[in-house]
């Protein structure tokens, strides 16, 4: 099992001076980090891929950044979905490029976009068809293609543990795993065990965040049952705590977060990983 943190835990958009931030992350005893891209997000590539290979630690990357909404593989329009292909293909060139191990994120529609109607009985099925031109393009570069379900407020298209077992079925791709985040499922799933259990053939990562986006312990999410299930699984992938730090300008409040939940990304980590660690010690005990 290996740990890791979100970039929005540290800076509110990477650029070439967040380099420091990988021997931060390593200093605070985690092996990976995920950066979130777009169009806006600009930096050398190849300085990240080196010294975050001196200091042995994975980068996975995952859509955070501008993300233009007509580039969308659930979109009714085909010349949407095509430029949703470009579009997340241009994001897995850019893992390559830093030696990543996977791309993740809700890349079945577009995160923010929720359509308020029954969806069209053809929706997952053409989803599924773009999922698989990708997931087959990740794999020519080894590149995992890493699904997160959220919540209702985010997206429409997949919310719960079973559509996106579902999509994966209907795509027939052995590079298309799952990323279940505690956050969102706060508010879609009510049997945390079963919802690990469900996905645990595909399971690549845990987004391990409180109900709040606090630091991991204390609040609503079950963690007995997501660190006991993860043992009996045999789960052993990347669990990467999420926030957005609130000691940045109103980077927290533009994303959604109006409490101070992350002022401290130090503080955040080190307080998240005790808990996490211990708790995965104790259920595997």
């Not at 079963?194 to 965040?209: K, N, P, Y």
Request: net charge negative; glycine share 8%.
């Amino acid at each position: 099992m290996k740990f890791g943190a979100h970039s929005y835990i540290f800076t509110d958009s990477w650029t070439d001076e967040s380099i420091g931030i990988l021997e931060t992350v390593k200093g605070l005893g985690l092996d990976c980090l995920d950066i979130a891209v777009g169009d806006d997000v600009r930096f050398a590539p190849e300085r990240v891929r080196k010294r975050a290979a001196e200091l042995e630690l994975d980068i996975a990357l995952s859509p955070g950044g501008a993300w233009p909404e007509e580039c969308d593989l659930s979109s009714d329009e085909p010349s949407e979905r095509k430029a949703g292909l470009a579009w997340h293909k241009k994001q897995i060139d850019l893992a390559r490029a830093l030696d990543g191990v996977a791309y993740n994120g809700s890349i079945y529609g577009h995160t923010g976009v929720v359509r308020y109607r029954r969806p069209p009985s053809d929706e997952l099925e053409r989803v599924a068809e773009g999922l698989r031109l990708l997931a087959e393009y990740g794999r020519k570069r080894n590149i995992a293609v890493v699904l997160e379900p959220m919540s209702r407020f985010r997206t429409h298209c997949v919310n719960r543990p079973e559509q996106v077992m579902r999509l994966i079925d209907l795509a027939d791709h052995a590079n298309l795993y799952v990323l279940l985040d505690t956050y969102h499922m706060v508010t879609e799933v009510r049997d945390y065990a079963a919802a690990i259990r469900m996905v645990a053939d595909r399971l690549w990562g845990i987004h391990a965040c409180e109900n709040d986006r606090g630091i991991p312990g204390g609040g609503l999410v079950p963690w007995d049952d997501v660190f006991t299930t993860l043992q009996d699984t045999g789960f052993s992938g990347y669990v990467i705590m999420e926030a957005y730090n609130s000691s940045i300008a109103d980077f927290a409040f533009e994303r959604g977060m109006f409490h101070d939940g992350c002022p401290d990304p130090h503080e955040f980590i080190r307080k998240g990983l005790e808990f996490l660690k211990k708790g995965l010690s104790n259920a595997e005990d």
